[in-house]
């Protein structure tokens, strides 16, 4: 399982959304929005799932240095 991942509108930093889904599942989620309180400027953002991407699968952001793992 990955952790989805968005990208806070604020600072522009890759964001965890703590949820975690198989590859294959993500790619046939539909369209959906879902509310995230940002670590990284504390603040509620919404987001879609059609906007994120996968830790493993950085396709979507660019890797930086600093990723937990
Ligand atoms: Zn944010």
């Known amino acids: ?3 989805m991942m968005i990208r806070c509108p ?4 890759p964001v965890s959304t703590a ?3 198989e590859p294959t599942v ?3 989620l539909p369209k959906v929005s879902a509310r995230i309180l940002c670590p ?5 953002h919404v987001w879609a ?3 994120a991407w996968l830790a ?3 396709n979507n ?3 930086r240095t600093g990723t937990a793992g």
């Open 1 to 3: 399982m990955s952790s």
């Open 10 to 13: 604020i600072t522009g930093e």
């Open 19 to 21: 949820i975690e889904v």
């Open 26 to 28: 993500f790619r046939k």
């Open 40 to 44: 990284a400027c504390g603040q509620e």
């Open 49 to 51: 799932t059609s906007s």
């Open 56 to 58: 493993d699968e950085p």
């Open 61 to 63: 952001g660019r890797r």
